[in-house]
């Protein structure tokens, strides 16, 4: 079993920065496939991938959506995940969920996530 809780959603501006936080505890962590995914205003039954990060950290993976705006780090001896969100945008919106799958899941596949968080909520406006 692992429990996971997400932190750090608010509200900012288009263009701003802001950092999620995801603690894991439990089953170790350090074999884990960790990944975001989020939740848009009006999508209750969609979850859009937005990255995933391989037990090592060496092996990461976005959305398309996200590449090359947002970065996924995690650190084992703390056993927490990391989103750091730059230049977002008001299509950012949402709440985004923190989930854990053991180790040699497929990363890109949302059932293989078997832990989820209670979700952050991240609203971008200006």
């Known amino acids: 079993q692992v429990h996971v809780v997400e932190s750090g959603g608010r509200l900012v501006q288009p263009e701003d920065s802001l950092r999620l936080v995801c603690a894991a505890s439990?089953?170790?962590?350090?074999?884990?496939?960790m990944g975001w995914f989020r939740q848009a205003p009006g999508k209750e039954h969609e979850r859009e991938f937005v990255?995933?990060?391989?037990?090592?950290?060496?092996?990461?993976h976005y959305g398309d959506s996200v590449k090359g705006r947002f970065t996924i780090s995690r650190d084992n001896s703390k056993n927490t995940v990391y989103l750091q969100m730059n230049r977002v945008k008001p299509e950012d919106t949402g709440v985004y969920y923190c989930?854990?799958?053991?180790?040699?899941?497929?990363?890109?596949?949302?059932?293989?996530?078997?832990?989820w968080g209670q979700g952050t909520q991240v609203t971008v406006s200006s």
């Open positions: 990255a995933a990060i391989l037990y090592s950290g060496d092996d990461t």
């Open positions: 439990g089953r170790s962590f350090t074999t884990l496939t």
């Open positions: 989930a854990a799958a053991p180790f040699g899941s497929l990363w890109y596949r949302r059932s293989e996530y078997e832990f």
